[in-house]
């Protein structure tokens, strides 16, 4: 490594933490609550080995998916008790995405070049979810080790090394099983040659890593099978309208993967709505700005531009698993699902800014820096608690149900009880298919003894999901947890069979 490649780490691992370091002075927010601080997993140091054998989501949220890694540190991590510990520790997971990305960037570019590919990324807006929340990490974690597998493949050419670091993606998070994909694409454009045996022998060590990992995944999700895990867009809809749906989407990764300038925690009904035919300018819009993106491919690789075709193919490759195209998901757009695409742009720009002059390229760099610097750090505060975040989503995505049933509950736990109510039943009124916000309303109307009301939003509650009993023990346990016994009995005794 060269002196000049060292100062261009530095720099960028030093940027991307300067920008965040306001998370620093972060607590805890969103789904940090119930995987961190109310994981029994988490609170002890035997969390670390536990973590194995256990969801990544708690048994009473559905034990859904499998990323023990993240967990194991959050049980290291909590015995310092220290919600600043876990942001620092975040921090620096970031810094080391970025460097990796601009040690990648490295291999086939000027240092200058990989430099503009390392700060890019340090500063790109739509990172914020991901660095400035504390379950961010999974995201970070599963990045780097994504980002080194690729590195160790085409620039090492060794087997072994991007084994290790496949296996600690995929144990961080799913979205790592890209990793072989990005090897083959780097192999297709000749940015590395190895001979057919070796090629062989990656295939062989990627089956083999497959084959281990989905075992232990079902051996510990088995248990929790059933649970539906839908974006709110999909329930109810056939496989046509979903698909539509997710090329409508394209409209917001394309916005937030170049021109970030509006950020929101929440992408629920109705700030995205289904799209059910393809005559809808929401399907047409997300279908030109994939055109977009193959028209731009397509000419980097007639061109021979290598690079920028790599960092092309790296955006699709890494949001695909996302995309809700192969099989639908919880989300239909998160911000913190954009990390690892948003590599592929970090290098495309690179190699297209390396071909200025030094005087342009230098303008440009600090534009794009300084822009993404601002936009990122006035973005962290907003994750600083509950709170914080929820006055942010009802302005940021005043018309999505969820911005309203995060409000009610942060107003359930400050025992603002009409308030809450209030927020929850407008929740209610804007998306009518989630029974948890009729449930939570219902807990409410109970407290403020408006009995008959109660009922009633029951009676939503089971039209919406007539067997939901999980979701009546979860309110019930939130209604005890608050010291509304009364409340947690009549929740209860809704879903208890009536004596013969």
């Not at 620093?24 to 080995?49: E, H, K, T």
């Not at 193919?313 to 990390?339: D, K, M, Q, S, T």
């Not at 695409?341 to 495309?348: H, T």
């Not at 009802?394 to 009610?408: E, F, K, Q, V």
């Amino acid at each position: 490594m060269f002196a000049s490649d060292k100062r261009v780490y530095l720099t960028v691992a030093a940027c991307a933490v300067a920008v965040h370091i306001a998370a620093i002075w972060n607590q805890f927010a969103m789904d940090d609550v119930a995987i961190v601080v109310w994981n029994p997993v988490v609170q002890s140091v035997n969390g670390v080995w536990r973590a194995f054998a256990a969801p990544y989501w708690p048994a009473n949220l559905g034990g859904l998916v499998y990323r023990p890694l993240p967990v194991a540190s959050y049980a290291i991590d909590w015995q310092l008790h220290s919600a600043a510990w876990l942001h620092a520790v975040n921090l620096l997971w970031h810094a080391g995405a970025a460097v990796a990305v601009a040690a990648l960037a490295r291999r086939w570019v000027s240092a200058t070049a990989a430099l503009a590919a390392g700060l890019s990324f340090a500063v790109h807006p739509v990172h914020v979810e991901a660095v400035a929340s504390v379950v961010g990490r999974a995201e970070l974690m599963a990045a780097v080790a994504t980002c080194l597998a690729v590195y160790a493949a085409v620039a090492l050419d060794s087997i072994a090394w991007s084994a290790v670091f496949l296996v600690v993606g995929l144990l961080s998070k799913e979205n790592a099983a890209v990793a072989p994909a990005l090897i083959v694409w780097a192999w297709v454009l000749g940015l590395a040659r190895p001979s057919r045996q070796r090629i062989l022998r990656y295939g062989v060590s990627w089956i083999a890593i497959a084959v281990a990992y989905l075992t232990v995944r079902w051996i510990v999700l088995h248990p929790y099978e059933g649970f539906q895990n839908l974006a709110a867009q999909f329930l109810g809809q056939g496989p046509g309208a979903i698909r539509l749906t997710a090329i409508g989407a394209f409209v917001d990764v394309a916005r937030l993967l170049v021109v970030p300038l509006h950020l929101q925690a929440d992408y629920s009904p109705v700030e995205r709505v289904t799209i059910t035919t393809p005559l809808d300018p929401r399907f047409v819009i997300g279908l030109l700005c994939f055109a977009v993106w193959a028209a731009l491919l397509v000419l980097a690789w007639r061109r021979g531009r290598r690079v920028e075709a790599y960092g092309l193919g790296w955006i699709a490759i890494a949001y695909v698993p996302v995309a809700n195209l192969l099989f639908p998901h919880g989300v239909l757009v998160a911000e913190r699902l954009l990390y690892l695409p948003s590599v592929g742009v970090a290098l495309a720009l690179s190699a297209v800014l390396d071909r200025l002059p030094r005087r342009a390229w230098a303008l440009s760099v600090m534009v794009l820096v300084a822009a993404g610097a601002v936009r990122s750090a006035l973005r962290v505060p907003v994750w600083r608690n509950n709170g914080t975040l929820a006055v942010s989503m009802i302005a940021d995505a005043p018309r999505s149900y969820r911005s309203w049933d995060y409000l009610g509950w942060e107003l359930l736990w400050a025992g603002k009880n009409e308030r809450a109510l209030d927020s929850f039943r407008r929740a209610g009124l804007i998306y009518r298919a989630d029974a948890r916000v009729y449930l939570a309303a219902a807990h409410m109307a109970y407290v403020l003894q408006r009995v008959a009301l109660a009922d009633s939003l029951l009676m939503r509650a089971d039209s919406a999901c007539p067997q939901c009993p999980s979701a009546y023990r979860n309110q019930a346990n939130a209604a005890r947890l608050r010291g509304d016994t009364a409340a947690a009995e009549f929740l209860l005794h809704h879903i208890q069979p009536a004596p013969r």
